[in-house]
């Protein structure tokens, strides 16, 4: 018998470590050569470790979460070869699988500890009085309940129980009638005891969620990206009725070609001034102090999945028609959607577009993916009346937003871009014009 050490090897761009996502075997268990051990994540793609060798894996290098060093000892193999330097194997008395025990301070008391419940109400049989309010009072009235006992309570009070589905005759009174205040600690109590209000929504139970894999990378780029970056927002008004008008013309012709959307026309647009405003088209190296103002557009564009949000690249976008967009813009979607999105199409970007589609706002302030300096954001589409000279006709109109980093680029040089952008979008017949 032989032990296989499966050190991890370098899976990205001159990374130094990689995330344990996913391990797809246990201490114990067998492992056949070229079947999955792990899912490992360096940046944002996530790469599957295949075994090398057969054997039974007898140890594994973490948790899930774990960050794991390149060229680190990620799994240990033992085969059924011989072979010299092997190490012995764990006593038989060793357990396959440890006792997870939480880190959670009490915890363990927590979940061994019952909370005894309240002693059950003493219920005293409501006797009515010798001189009881007359049926015509305002204040009370008197009925029988789905328990055939005679309760007194206002019409409010029988009102408010009603809806709330509570019979009456199950609620102890400390006076002569049924009261608001009785009702409440009705309802107090049996919120303990199960008691569920019909059109009301239940409490679930606290449920903590470890931060690893894509959700820790989000959450540390976003942070570093706030936490390093001033933003600003510059937001401006566009009107899209001719764009949309000639998007349906174009759709309604378009054959065996993609069904285009408003981001095409968009990413054409971005491209077509960015000759104009090369600062927004850029990153900034912050240990380096150096800004590369970039030649192509290598276009991110933000994608929610399952896992998060990803940002897959357009490489050269400036290059590509409207069409060409469009089938690059689904292709690279659902190969993020699907995680089989590759290292090289998920990194490199120089400026990135992000859309909520039909769920977005008025207005956004998208935070910036860096080491980028820019981000723009199109928001929904929306009809409203709008004065053209004298006359009102129905307009579409959108919002634009767009976050840039304030070390790098001006509000002056923002806002120009935007305007910019602005005529291509609201004279569409441009964005085709040489």
Excluded at 327 to 342: F, M, Q, V, Y
Excluded at 362 to 385: D, H, L, M, Q, S
Aim: glycine share 8%.
């Amino acid at each position: 018998m032989a032990r296989y050490s499966f050190r991890l090897p370098d899976i990205g761009e001159g990374i130094a470590e990689a995330e344990i996502v996913a391990w797809h075997v246990k201490v114990g268990e067998r492992v056949e050569e070229d079947a999955q051990l792990a899912d490992m994540m360096t940046d944002k793609a996530t790469v599957e470790m295949e075994s090398p060798v057969s054997g039974v894996v007898v140890e594994l290098a973490g948790e899930v979460g774990d960050l794991i060093p390149i060229g680190s000892t990620l799994a240990v193999i033992e085969t059924d070869a011989d072979g010299d330097g092997t190490v012995d194997a764990p006593p038989a008395d060793t357990p396959v699988e440890e006792e997870i025990v939480s880190e959670t301070p009490g915890a363990e008391e927590a979940s061994v500890a019952e909370v005894a419940p309240p002693p059950e109400p003493v219920r005293a049989e409501l006797v009515e009085a010798p001189s009881l309010p007359s049926k015509n009072s305002p204040s009370t009235s008197s009925g029988q309940t789905a328990h055939g006992k005679s309760v007194l309570a206002s019409p409010a009070v029988r009102a408010r129980a009603k809806d709330l589905g509570v019979d009456l005759s199950q609620v102890q009174s400390g006076g002569d009638r049924i009261r608001h205040a009785d009702l409440d600690a009705f309802l107090r109590y049996s919120a303990g005891q199960g008691y569920h209000a019909p059109g009301a929504s239940r409490a679930r139970a606290d449920e903590p969620i470890k931060v690893i894999g894509m959700r820790r990378k989000i959450a540390e780029n976003m942070a570093a990206s706030k936490r390093a970056i001033p933003h600003f927002t510059y937001v401006e008004e566009m009107d899209v009725t001719a764009l949309e008008d000639m998007r349906a013309d174009l759709n309604a012709n378009r054959g065996g070609r993609p069904k285009l959307t408003m981001m095409p026309f968009l990413i054409v647009a971005i491209c077509r001034k960015i000759p104009q405003f090369p600062r927004i088209n850029a990153r900034y190296d912050d240990e380096g102090g150096v800004v590369t103002r970039y030649g192509a557009v290598h276009l991110g564009m933000a994608t929610q999945t399952d896992a998060g949000l990803m940002v897959p690249v357009i490489r050269d976008a400036q290059d590509m028609n409207v069409w060409q967009l469009a089938s690059e813009i689904t292709r690279l979607a659902e190969a993020a959607r699907t995680g089989k999105a590759k290292v090289e199409e998920l990194t490199g970007g120089t400026l990135t577009v992000t859309s909520l589609g039909p769920l977005g706002g008025i207005a956004t302030t998208p935070v910036i993916n860096r080491p980028e300096v820019a981000i723009i954001g199109p928001n929904k589409i929306v009809e409203r009346p709008v004065f053209d000279g004298d006359d009102i006709r129905r307009a579409k109109l959108m919002n634009l937003s767009i976050s840039c980093d304030h070390r790098v680029v001006d509000g002056w040089d923002a806002a120009s871009y935007v305007q910019a952008l602005k005529k291509l979008i609201e004279t569409p017949v441009l964005l085709f014009a040489d």
